[in-house]
């Protein structure tokens, strides 16, 4: 151990070993990744509802009432995973609103006569209960107001 360690030692404290220059230099100002990586978050969950929106569609007419409740229950998965990936209750309204745009788009006719859903009992609820279910996902999403405390009033 010879006496400059200790010398050293004070110089970098002091700021002027070798990472003062690196630590004085200007910083350039940082780009936030999490509007980048949100918005492909959000991209990803359009085109993630347009499918659900697509395989529900063909599921709920083949295998009914079974492929109904599949349909919706990944409705609802979608809908609640997108809340809870993006942390707001944008991640589930961004689903819902592509997966109701994609059906209503399926549910009209062609000008050939072709069509996805048929004028039954099972595309109506599918319609109307994917509705309800984006509803639900997106109010239980929305979480507590924190002015109400802990404590459920009024009872």
């Known amino acids: 151990m010879s006496g400059n360690d200790g010398a050293d030692k004070r110089s970098r404290a002091a700021g002027g070993g ?16 999490g509007g980048v990586l949100k918005a492909g978050l959000y991209v ?3 085109v993630l509802g ?10 709920q007419g083949a295998w009914f009432p079974g492929g109904l409740l599949l349909a919706l ?32 788009a399926l549910s009209a006719t062609r000008a050939e006569g072709d069509f ?3 004028a039954g009992l099972g595309a109506y609820a599918f319609l109307l209960g994917g509705i309800a279910v984006a509803v639900i996902c997106t109010t239980t999403s929305m979480g507590r107001p924190a002015h109400l405390g802990a404590v459920r009033r009024g009872m």
Not at 50 to 59: I, P, Q, S
Not at 75 to 102: C, D, E, H, N, Q
């Open 18 to 33: 070798a990472g003062a220059a690196e630590a004085k230099a200007p910083r350039e100002p940082e780009t936030a990744p």
């Open 44 to 46: 990803l969950l359009v």
């Open 50 to 59: 347009v499918l659900v929106a697509v395989a529900g569609a063909l599921v």
């Open 73 to 104: 229950a990944g409705a609802a998965a979608l809908f609640t995973g997108g809340a809870r990936a993006a942390v707001s209750v944008v991640g589930a309204l961004v689903p819902a609103a592509a997966w109701l745009l994609t059906v209503i």
């Open 116 to 118: 996805v859903f048929g």
